[in-house]
């Protein structure tokens, strides 16, 4: 949904599937292995586990052998017999799993790897580019070799135009008010959905004030009518409980989260059941609004830490910026812990993409949150494999069967009596090739900036050029780069502020067409753009400012990556020079000590505006 960012992953997917191709073109390369060693696995897809603990995706097997043939499961069982010559590895104290399905994802970018390396070998994405959807289909049809986790994708969203789905920078296609629902689903079912995503999101369940254009009711209908029309499922974003059994009532096949206004009612547990439409409550997310920290504890569990990406770890941390809402995630610990005990279908997705989650490891955060909320970890474990696979029609998925793909994950303890030993990864089987899951230095998270320079003082904006005393110094920044048309201009102007003799003239004009607008400068510490510097012994950023009257904002990006959320304050410009000084354990969730750009920005509302800055330090 960063449009670049998808680009590079459809950039990367050709050179995986052209890889894979040259592999299996070279049948002598996959015969070459070594039986005796068990990391001889790495080079073949056929192998064998004896005396290991299965669960097989519904029940536990106390001890079976399993047999892997060409990158699938050809023997399951106590006393299975195990071919000669084949590798073996020996799973006593271990337990081996299916390979997780997140059911609920927005995988871009690095996400199919980083998946994959935490044993989730399948993500269904619940809004994406649909662009890339035929190659989609391609990758996980073959059983070649991949460092990528499957992915099924919703593609582009039955969404009002301006709704909720719009304002990631994608040019995303939308259904009007007086629309077809009809057209536009079978128009989605062209460009290759795999089932068909509605949001129906206004936002009066988290705003009292906000309201975002949102599909009728009777285009909801309309729209599920068309997707089961089309032989594809409907699954529905929804964030009120009164939307929610309309859907249900509609025919939706599962709900994309639970609602957040309140716990649910008995009547809609009896919906939900009634219609056997499944719910993926998206704990994960909701914990992340709800400010527990979920994810911060993920990223410092040392069983998760290793292989946790500079990228993985900025998101787990990030906030969403707004205010803790710890209702939601009680009420929704509360509805999953009702409609279980009724029957309902209760699936582990994440919402992974979003602040505070991260693609792979958010899935074991999940399963935990699942079994807070009363399944037990054997269930929970059940609605992370066999359930999704069965509920959304992933026919060779989500079970240890004769005949199944080897999506495998093996690990050490017993996760069906302490959910969180899934965290123990041993190894992670993807089409039966054992993956590496190593990270390369450069996915690393950032431990350390580079030390700061002993002046405080990054700009007096008194030379002939706008120049820094440290770092790459400034540059325009807006919208643009997520799809808005907000613009900015820069200029030195003579008279600073107390009787220097220049200042820094930021003017532009805020426009409407993206969600989150923003126009402004920033200012780069290091010599590369976004690169770390440690100013953990500052206390503040101080400047000095005027302007037309505006609130601006001051924006710090720091953090083990580059991904990682920027914090903000606010500030006014009035029409006399004053020193604004804002202290930087003031910018929520930001860490100085790796801190990579500071910028001032306008943003809402639009229109245009004019400020200026001098002396900025960071003392
Ligand atoms: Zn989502």
Do not use: C
């Amino acid at each position: 949904m960063k449009r670049w960012s998808e680009v590079t992953a459809i950039a990367a997917l050709v050179v995986t599937l052209a890889t894979a191709v040259m592999a299996q073109g070279d049948p002598a390369a996959a015969r070459n292995t070594n039986a005796a060693s068990p990391s001889a696995s790495t080079d073949s897809n056929s192998f064998a586990i004896r005396n290991v603990r299965v669960f097989d995706g519904e029940r536990v097997v106390a001890r079976a052998n399993v047999v892997v043939r060409d990158g699938r499961i050809v023997a399951v069982g106590n006393g299975a017999p195990i071919p000669a010559g084949i590798a073996t590895l020996d799973g006593s104290g271990k337990t081996l799993l299916p390979g997780f399905i997140d059911a609920h994802t927005h995988s871009w970018g690095s996400a199919q790897g980083d998946a994959l390396r935490f044993g989730v070998t399948a993500e269904l994405d619940m809004l994406g580019d649909w662009n890339r959807l035929p190659a989609l289909k391609q990758q996980r049809e073959s059983l070649a070799r991949t460092a990528q986790a499957d992915l099924w994708s919703a593609g582009a969203a039955v969404t009002a135009p301006g709704g909720h789905g719009t304002q990631y920078g994608m040019n995303v296609p939308t259904l009007a008010a007086d629309g077809d629902a009809q057209a536009f689903v079978i128009a989605r079912a062209k460009e290759g959905s795999d089932y068909i995503k509605l949001i129906v999101e206004d936002m009066s369940g988290h705003s009292a004030t906000r309201r975002w254009p949102t599909i009728t009711a009777a285009q909801v209908s309309e729209a599920i009518a068309a997707a089961h029309r089309a032989d594809k499922r409907a699954v529905v974003h929804v964030s009120r409980q009164q939307d929610a059994m309309q859907a249900a009532n509609a025919g939706a096949d599962g709900l994309a989260h639970i609602f957040v206004d309140a716990a649910a009612s008995d009547a809609f547990v009896q919906a939900a059941r009634r219609h056997d439409m499944f719910v993926v409550p998206t704990l994960s997310v909701l914990a992340g609004m709800a400010g527990t920290g979920e994810g911060a504890r993920l990223a410092s569990d040392a069983r998760l830490q290793a292989q946790l990406s500079g990228d993985q770890l900025g998101s787990l941390t990030a906030s969403f910026g707004a205010q803790p809402r710890p209702q939601y995630l009680e009420r929704a610990l509360q509805s999953v812990r009702m409609l279980h005990a009724a029957g309902v279908t209760v699936l582990a997705g994440t919402d992974a993409g979003n602040p505070g989650t991260a693609h792979g490891a958010s899935l074991h955060g999940e399963l935990a949150l699942l079994v807070r909320a009363g399944l037990t970890p054997t269930q929970a474990l059940a609605a992370a494999t066999s359930a999704p696979a069965k509920r959304f029609g992933l026919a060779d998925r989500g079970r240890i069967a004769v005949g199944q793909r080897a999506d495998l994950l093996l690990v050490d303890g017993d996760p069906t009596r302490d959910i969180t030993a899934t965290r123990a990864i041993d190894t992670v089987w993807k089409n039966g090739y054992a993956i590496e899951r190593v990270l390369q230095d450069s996915a690393k998270p950032a431990t350390a900036g580079s030390a700061a320079p002993t002046d405080t003082l990054v700009s007096d904006f008194d030379g002939a050029s706008i120049d820094a005393r440290i770092g790459l110094g400034w540059q325009p920044t807006t919208d643009q780069m997520m799809g808005g048309a907000s613009t900015v201009s820069h200029a030195l102007v003579a008279g600073g502020a107390a009787g220097s003799s220049g200042a820094l003239e930021i003017s532009g004009e805020i426009k409407p067409g993206s969600m989150f607008p923003w126009s402004g400068m920033m200012f780069f510490p290091a010599a590369k753009p976004m690169q770390p510097v440690d100013f953990s012994r500052r206390k503040a950023l101080v400047f000095w400012v005027r302007g037309d009257g505006r609130e601006y904002n001051a924006m710090v990006f720091s953090g083990p990556s580059e991904q990682s959320m920027p914090s903000m304050q606010a500030f006014t410009a009035g029409s006399e020079w004053k020193e604004v000084r804002l202290r930087l354990d003031g910018f929520d969730g930001a860490d100085p000590a790796l801190l990579r750009a500071v910028a001032f920005t306008a943003g809402q509302p639009a229109g245009a505006f004019r400020f200026r800055i001098d002396r900025v330090e960071l003392r």
